[in-house]
């Protein structure tokens, strides 16, 4: 299964390796550029089963980042997550809550969520946030990212198990 979309420099495709990923953390799966870049400037992402992800580095350019695909989260609609990388045991992205929109209660079983304002402001754990803000939810605490009231919100995302 594959997905293509439009990027600042040309198309793009991503290959899914295997089952398709979790909207937010796939098990086991990371996306990686492909090293063949198509002649028309098309540039290539898979999501592979690579278990030793976390000991390879991943350096994706402001271009590469912007090219990679927008996911709806779930059944969720105005909640976007652009997955920057991911192995077995945690997650790290950027998620956009659109205004008027929010990510219902929910809570992770086992990792923290780590979260960094980028832009916008929503209402985590009964307090407004905004950019530069930090918030960490530790794992079984429940949480909403509320942006009904708010013009929208941009987070820079970690999740990550305790050691």
Known sequence: ???????????????LTGNEPSPIVPSTRVLRPCSTVGSSG???YM??????????PTV?????????PKTRLGSV?????????????????????????????HTHR????????????ATVL???????????VPSGVEHVIDATATEGCTVYYLYIQPA
């Open 60 to 68: 994706l350019r402001a271009a590469e980042v912007a090219e990679l």
């Open 42 to 44: 098309e540039h290539q």
């Open 110 to 121: 086992q990792n923290h969520h780590h979260l960094w304002v980028l832009s916008g402001a």
């Open 77 to 105: 609609s105005g909640v976007e997550n652009q997955l920057l990388w991911a192995d077995e045991t945690a997650a790290a992205g950027v998620l956009t809550v659109q205004k008027g929109h929010r990510l219902g209660a």
């Open 126 to 136: 009964g307090q407004e946030i905004g950019p530069g803000s930090y918030v960490h």
């Open 47 to 56: 999501i592979t089963n690579e278990r030793s992800a976390s000991s390879l």
């Open 1 to 15: 299964m594959g997905a293509k979309g439009q990027g600042s420099k040309g198309r793009f495709h991503v290959r």
